[in-house]
């Protein structure tokens, strides 16, 4: 079965730190991966997606993610994290090709505390 | 820009009455879905659409049944309303081709009682 993991319900860091929030994905043939971030009664934002190419993605606000095929994981990145940082984070896979092509299937999400 | 609208935007429903959730879309997008998002459960695919007039069940259907008579809507129904469907629900849209984002709308809070 086609899915996509995220293994930690919460992360804390410290403001300043680097972060990573982590994502695992099980897909047949080549996987599209996005990370999208939801704020507080709102609905999600994209932040970046791997498709295909340089493993290192960049997205928005200087949230970077790599991917590694190998360890078939796809895990979110900063270098230094900010108190507005703190949100609920989702990874997503979407299907390429057979009966449930463009589907979107997201992991649990990952609730990020940043604390000055 | 609009981009993808829901409404209502909250609701408190008794148990057994029926609602319909509108999404609408200006994108001109050919996928749309519908997810509810429970607490711990992320967000979860109840149906989805690849066009006008096509729909398919996601991950968690049962409950609910959807329509895409025109493009840029999408349709949530709820026939007969039960507890366990009390949940915020969002609306996304994407284009057709897979290797591109989805966009979401601000969800619909829903309580059944």
């Known amino acids: 079965a086609q899915s996509v993991a995220q293994p930690e319900d919460q992360v804390n860091v410290a403001e300043g730190n680097p972060l990573t929030v982590k994502c695992t994905y099980s897909?047949?043939?080549?996987?599209?991966l996005f990370w999208y971030v939801q704020y507080p009664n709102r609905g999600l934002q994209f932040l970046l997606k791997?498709?295909?190419?340089?493993?290192l993605v960049k997205g928005s606000y200087g949230f970077e993610a790599e991917f590694n095929k190998s360890q078939t994981s796809f895990h979110l990145k900063k270098p230094s994290a900010l108190v507005s940082d703190s949100a609920l984070y989702f990874c997503a896979v979407r299907f390429g090709y057979g009966g449930s092509q463009g589907n979107l299937i997201f992991g649990k999400g990952t609730k990020l505390s940043v604390k000055p | 820009n609009a981009g993808v609208t829901q409404t209502p935007k909250f609701r408190v429903l008794k148990t057994g009455q029926s609602m319909t959730l509108l999404c609408a879309q200006d994108?001109?997008?050919?996928?749309m879905y519908w997810y509810r998002q429970d607490p711990g459960m992320g967000l979860r695919l109840i149906h989805y659409?690849?066009?006008?007039?096509?729909?398919a069940k996601g991950e968690v259907p049962d409950g609910y049944n959807v329509s895409r008579l025109k493009k840029q809507n999408f349709l949530l129904g709820l026939e007969s309303a039960a507890p366990s469907q009390t949940s915020v629900y969002f609306c996304a849209s994407s284009p057709f081709v897979v290797n591109t984002e989805a966009f979401f709308g601000q969800g619909t809070r829903l309580t059944v009682v």
């Open positions: 994108m001109n997008h050919e996928y």
């Open positions: 791997y498709i295909t190419g340089d493993n």
């Open positions: 659409s690849v066009g006008e007039g096509t729909t």
């Open positions: 897909v047949s043939g080549n996987p599209y």
